[in-house]
Nanobody, 114 residues
């Protein structure tokens, strides 16, 4: 499975961005899809995940500001980000899991200016 992330960019504090991640195969077979991020000098951390059935999980730091969704017909997972803060600045990585495998996209940079 190949994951192609897009949608990153430069935005001001309080702004919004939507990230997209397209999978190269039927995403309905991907049990969990999600987004992680890695800021400079920090470890990669979970941002949000969504199961095939639509159950979601969010990091406390993004709850109420970010929304994850997936469209199995388009093999795509989205991350809608609102009220962005400078501390949201990071490379955002798309992730997908099957029963036996774990896949990562190439990452897309989100920069939030103060």
């Amino acid at each position: 499975v190949q994951l192609q992330a897009s949608g990153g960019g430069l935005v001001q504090t309080g702004g919004s961005l939507t990230l997209s991640c397209a999978a190269s195969r039927n995403s309905a077979r991907l049990n969990v899809m999600g987004w992680y991020r890695q800021a400079p000098g920090k470890l990669r951390e979970l941002v949000a995940t969504i199961t095939r059935g639509g159950n979601t999980n969010y990091a406390d730091s993004v709850k109420g500001r970010f929304t994850i969704s997936r469209d199995n017909a388009k093999n795509t997972v989205y991350l809608q980000m609102k009220s962005l803060k400078p501390e949201d600045t990071a490379v955002y990585y798309c992730n997908a899991e099957t029963v036996s495998d774990n896949y990562w996209g190439q990452g897309t940079l989100v920069t939030v200016s103060s």
